[in-house]
T-cell receptor
């Protein structure tokens, strides 16, 4: 099992450019999540998908869109990147551990917007 | 709104020392609490998960406690080793599976 995979690992964009961050999981989990991690602010939830075909906003959704392509894949799109979106982005999927929900994280995408 | 605070923000200790990391949360109505480890440039790895009905969980040299009424959790690391150097994150699950994270404690264990 690869767990949760993310591509790309690193990306540099210019202000106004667009890009899509890809995430896939092979654990047959229903729920998937996108977080961003900024210094001094911990991880903040951008969007999540409780199941295939559904998506919901998290704490910081502005400037982002998501697509739950199928049960395995959950992508995050930046339509017009801004320097404030410079961050490390983590994808996670949710499954059962010890009888309760927990999340499994990918390695992250380090994005710089110039 | 649930807020999670971790103290201290950074901690440096000599190898072999026992240490405690602290996590506090503002809303005691939680589903579970989880401690994660994050190595530099890496993702998060789950260490311990405590259900709301539990008081503590142990895994090897790690012990996590939960006091819901006071809104606190601690992560105890016994006989620390240089390989324990990482950032430790506390996350509260208010219901279902949405997590609220603290900012983390950056631990350095010196040989």
């Amino acid at each position: 099992n690869a767990g949760v995979t993310q591509t790309p690992k690193f990306q540099v964009l210019k202000t106004g450019q667009s890009m899509t961050l890809q995430c896939a999981q092979d654990m047959n989990h229903n729920s998937m999540y996108w977080y961003r991690q900024d210094p001094g602010m911990g991880l903040r939830l951008i969007y999540y998908s409780a199941s295939e075909g559904t998506t919901d906003k998290g704490e910081v959704p502005n400037g982002y869109n998501v697509s739950r392509l199928n049960k395995r894949e959950f992508s995050l799109r930046l339509e017009s990147a801004a320097p404030s979106q410079t961050s490390v982005y983590f994808c996670a999927s949710g499954g059962i551990r010890g009888g309760t929900d927990t999340q499994y994280f990918g390695p992250g995408t380090r994005l710089t917007v110039l | 709104k649930q807020e999670v605070t971790q103290i201290p923000a950074a901690l440096s200790v000599p190898e072999g020392e026992n240490l405690v990391l602290n996590c506090s949360f503002t809303d005691s109505a939680i589903y579970n609490l989880q401690w994660f480890r994050q190595d530099p440039g890496k993702g998060l790895t789950s260490l311990l998960l405590i259900q709301s009905s539990q008081r503590e969980q142990t895994s090897g040299r790690l012990n996590a406690s939960l006091d819901k009424s006071s809104g606190r959790s601690t992560l105890y690391i016994a006989a620390s080793q240089p390989g324990d150097s990482a950032t430790y994150l506390c996350a509260v699950n208010p219901s279902g599976s949405r997590l609220t994270f603290g900012e983390g404690t950056q631990l350095t264990v010196n040989p």
